[in-house]
């Protein structure tokens, strides 16, 4: 099948901005990228592999690992008994065991792990243990969750307007149900450490990490350690997706317990489907929604109870949510809102950060409720859209979100009137109406959707970086930071920052490995926020070199100094003086001139009340569109992406190429959230709550067959601002969001294939088996009941 894909953005306005590639690509294609299961073992390594729990929910009534303890290559086995200071590694709320003791809480729980010469005899030793369970009914829904009133957090409620007046006098009223799957990581390296013991009481520890520093603290409540004593080291991983944010400390500790006890390095790397089992994945939501609109379907109330599937423990629940509550309301005014959020324990792995952090979960919601108003109106969605945008300058009122935030910088109509007219959206639609009036089996449906997504941690003390930048005596730099690289380009956009800064070409820079023994105290690389936070911290550290180097040019050269020009690797001063760069930089060492120098940037302006859920807690907003168009058969519920175009907001991007493509891997991602990607537990008998879906022959992700076939992205052509680096915007998270028009745009496709005036309930993940659940209810056929899996 033939696919092409058109890729445009704007002309880069600064050196900074040029697309060069990746700072690994060429180790990538050829293999040469180490990822920590290619460095070198030292020797006396041992490998570890994890016992887990085959029971839900009950308590442990034995546990026998003496057959384990007996088997070939078997050098230790450490249980919960081993870990003597914390066994705990909860980021948040302490309720996250290492090792789980006397009470298993999900199917694939940790109960002990097995130290041996080999991984495979490490695996196979494993298998031998003897477990034994009471079992007890779990709890494996967020409908049972809420009937049995199982939290993981106490509800949160949140309201803000006049609610019941907007109820009372608004012409129409609608109210719904409609349920959203939750979503595997699928990173391509699976969780991964390698802990390796040193002298006095110290450790390193090689961890697949977003947040060395949090698994640095972990590791050291575990053990007891403080945190001089612990050093972690992450070059790059191969994907995180925000699954490497809290909950790679647990295999992190495990091994760092395992080095420990045993003196020697242990490696732990989990296999794919022991990956899937026993780690979390997206937050799935329930919601329970009332609208109040007048005749031209503006909103003027809106209650929503939010209730999210959150797993057995807390994990990043709270932010999460906490997310999902502030984007509920997406690029719309919501002039009065009434919010039930409910964090709900179950007994299934506990969910976490997700790229998006819960903003795809709030979207998700209000573009599905503005597409009911439609179909209630009779009217185009992208209209009703439209008007309910916030005003596009502050001051004009209806520019303040639900939760306090002025609207300084809103280009979303513009964007949506642009892309409008570059996709030919209303010409396409009357295209697609024909073709629904003559095809019985094949439907179509197009649909728009916006974005507004805000950047910047809720939590405002991670909103903060540090960085150091070595400039050695031949001219060359060095870079290391707090920030880690996943695949997404942080490392590469951060390059070309301190070659800008310095006026050097990018081969004489280079990034040193994220450690916490050269930058502490480091946040996560996550909430969009990486290059934002570390490119100003390498900046700040750039600039105070380039400031001692051109005080010396201009001593040397008697000119002003502020007027030494860095470019072209070259230093030119008002007279016309000029050096390399690096013989200038070899004079600066000679005259005993500082060349290094750290960095240090903090995000202005964010404040936020976690109790009240009001302040700013984002420094600016990133905004996008995407107008897609599908196929689907009304036989099979089979589905296909026939066009996307994307029109995206990165301010002026540092480098177009790196943005382009988080923009459609991100829209991809976000694609499979709603159409394949099913979770699925086993609801009943001996192996209830065994996930189901827990390797890529149960779960499907999108391929390079699912990609639209026409695919158009273009870079929305307007600088931040915010004073950000170069007036740049973040891309890591935003644009997943606009898989949601592949949604909408499924549902018009359903529209299309029963009565107007019957029920139109599709619940996401929009998998061939919903749509044909949802034809089948919309036309009030018999609804066959859903198929069991077999375990095998």
């Known amino acids: 099948m033939n696919q092409s894909i058109e890729i445009k953005h704007s002309k880069p306005s600064t050196k900074a901005g040029q697309s060069i590639p990746h700072e690994s690509a060429h180790l990538h294609v050829t293999g040469q990228a180490s990822y920590i299961d290619d460095l070198p073992e030292l020797e006396d390594t041992l490998h570890l592999a994890v016992g887990f729990s085959k029971c839900a929910k009950g308590k442990i009534t034995q546990l026998d690992l003496h057959a384990v303890r007996q088997a070939q290559g078997v050098v230790a086995v450490y249980t919960a008994d081993d870990v003597t200071i914390e066994n705990n590694w909860g980021a948040i709320v302490k309720d996250d065991p290492i090792f789980a003791k006397d009470q298993v809480e999900f199917y694939g729980q940790a109960l002990f792990v097995v130290a041996a010469k080999t991984y495979q005899q490490a695996r196979q030793a494993v298998r031998l243990a003897q477990v034994t369970y009471e079992a007890e009914t779990p709890i494996l829904s967020i409908k049972e969750a809420i009937a049995q009133q199982s939290w993981v957090l106490p509800p949160v409620d949140f309201s803000q307007g006049d609610v019941a007046e907007a109820f009372e006098h608004a012409p129409h009223q609608l109210s719904g149900e409609i349920e959203l799957g939750g979503q595997e990581h699928f990173y391509l390296e699976g969780q991964i450490s390698y802990a390796v013991p040193h002298e006095d009481d110290q450790l390193k520890v090689y961890c697949s990490t977003q947040h060395p520093t949090e698994m640095q603290l972990l590791i050291c409540h575990a053990l007891g350690y403080q945190m001089h004593q612990v050093s972690v080291e992450t070059r790059r991983m191969g994907g995180g997706f925000g699954g490497k944010e809290s909950q790679s400390a647990q295999w992190a500790c495990i091994a760092a317990l395992a080095a420990q006890h045993s003196g020697r390095p242990c490696k732990l790397r989990l296999d794919r489907d022991d990956d899937m089992s026993a780690t979390g994945k997206r937050h799935g939501f329930a919601y329970e929604w009332s609208v109040a609109f007048d005749d031209q379907g503006v909103l003027q109330g809106l209650k929503v109870q939010l209730a999210s599937n959150c797993g057995f423990s807390a994990d990043l629940s709270g932010p999460v949510n906490e997310r999902a509550i502030c984007h509920i309301g997406n690029a719309y005014y919501l002039n009065a809102v009434q919010l039930r959020n409910l964090r709900c324990k179950t007994n299934t792995v506990s969910n976490t950060a997700y790229r998006g952090f819960g903003g795809p979960q709030g979207m998700f919601v209000i573009e599905n409720i503005l597409d009911d108003i439609a179909r209630y109106l009779k009217c185009d969605p992208v209209l009703l859209r439209q008007r309910n945008f916030f005003a596009e300058k502050s001051g004009f009122g209806r520019d303040r979100t639900h939760y306090g935030a002025e609207v300084r910088d809103n280009v979303a109509p513009k964007i949506v009137t642009e892309l409008l007219e570059s996709s030919q959206y209303f010409q396409r639609k009357q295209a697609i109406e024909a073709f629904n009036a003559h095809h019985e089996i094949l439907k179509r449906g197009i649909a728009l959707t916006p974005l507004m997504f805000g950047i910047s941690f809720n939590a405002v003390h991670f909103n903060q970086a540090g960085a150091l930048v070595y400039v050695y005596m031949d001219g060359t730099v060095a870079i290391t930071h707090g ?310």
């Open 483 to 792: 920030g880690t690289e996943m695949g997404q380009g942080l490392y590469t956009k951060v390059r070309q920052v301190a070659a800008h800064e310095l006026g050097l070409s990018i081969e004489n820079v280079r990034l040193i490995a994220t450690d916490t023994s050269r930058v502490p105290n480091t946040s996560a690389t996550a909430a969009s926020s990486g290059a934002d936070l570390n490119g100003k911290a390498v900046q700040h550290a750039c600039i105070k070199i380039r400031e001692r180097l051109a005080k010396l040019a201009a001593e040397i050269s008697q000119s002003d100094e502020a007027q030494v020009q860095f470019e072209n690797n070259q230093v030119t001063t008002a007279n016309n003086q000029s050096w390399a760069f690096s013989d200038l930089v070899n004079r600066a060492y000679m005259a005993r001139v500082q060349l290094w120098d750290s960095g240090f940037y903090k995000t202005p302006e964010i404040h936020y009340d976690q109790v009240n859920h009001l302040g700013r807690p984002f420094f600016y907003y990133a905004y996008g569109a995407a107008v897609s168009e599908v196929a689907i058969d009304t036989l099979t519920g089979e589905m296909k992406v026939l066009r996307t175009d994307i029109l995206h907001d990165v301010g002026r991007s540092i480098n177009p190429a790196i943005d382009i493509g988080q923009i459609e891997g991100g829209f991809i991602q976000g694609m499979g959230w709603l159409t394949t990607e099913e979770l699925y537990w086993q609801p009943d008998g001996a192996h209830a709550g065994r996930l189901f879906t827990h390797a890529p022959s149960t779960y499907k992700i999108p391929t390079s067959v699912d990609i639209p076939h026409v695919f158009n992205v273009k870079l929305f052509d307007q600088e931040n601002v915010a004073d950000t680096i170069y007036r740049s915007k973040a891309v890591g998270e935003p644009p997943f969001m606009l898989g949601l028009s592949v949604f909408s745009a499924i549902k018009q496709a359903v529209q299309a294939a029963i009565p107007d005036d019957a029920p139109l309930v599709l619940n996401a993940p929009a998998t061939a088996e919903e749509i044909l659940r949802a034809i089948t209810i919309g036309r009030g056929q018999a609804l066959p009941d859903r198929p069991q899996p077999h375990l095998r």
